[in-house]
């Protein structure tokens, strides 16, 4: 399994103090790559990994954006010889790109967090609708 450079994905003092307010040190930092109808897949120090978010976190979640997005650091119980891992607490976040759930229900969905730069791509043609 390949090793993953964490720092090089983002990983910094912010992160950092975040992370060291989690009480559990059983827990490592791992990043989100992306969200699945089943899960997640996380890059961590010890590779790529699928994840599922734990039922304290499910449970203690009062609304979609209390959890994982992509470009979420996590802490995560990681179990490497199985390539899978457990979400258990997002930390905070410095940026997020969102926008309202499609439907009547007024709730924020997350596209993207921890985010510098966007790149807003859009056809040059007249069906553009803001």
């Known amino acids: 399994m390949e090793k993953i450079d964490l720092k090089k994905l983002g990983w910094n003092d912010f992160f950092q103090n975040s992370f060291d ?50 470009g979420d650091w996590v802490a995560a119980d990681i179990f490497p010889e199985e390539k899978s891992a457990i979400i258990n607490a997002v930390l905070s976040r410095k940026s997020k790109f969102s926008r309202k759930i499609p439907g009547e229900r007024t709730e924020e969905q997350i596209l993207a967090a ?17």
């Open 114 to 130: 921890n985010i510098d730069t966007i790149f807003w791509v859009t056809s040059m043609n007249r069906d553009l609708n803001p």
């Open 21 to 70: 307010s989690i009480v559990n040190n059983r827990f490592s930092p791992a990043r989100v790559a992306s969200e699945h109808r089943d899960g997640y897949a996380l890059f961590t120090e010890s590779g790529e990994m699928r994840a599922s978010i734990s039922g304290k976190l499910r449970f203690e979640s009062r609304e979609r954006g209390d959890l994982p997005a992509v």
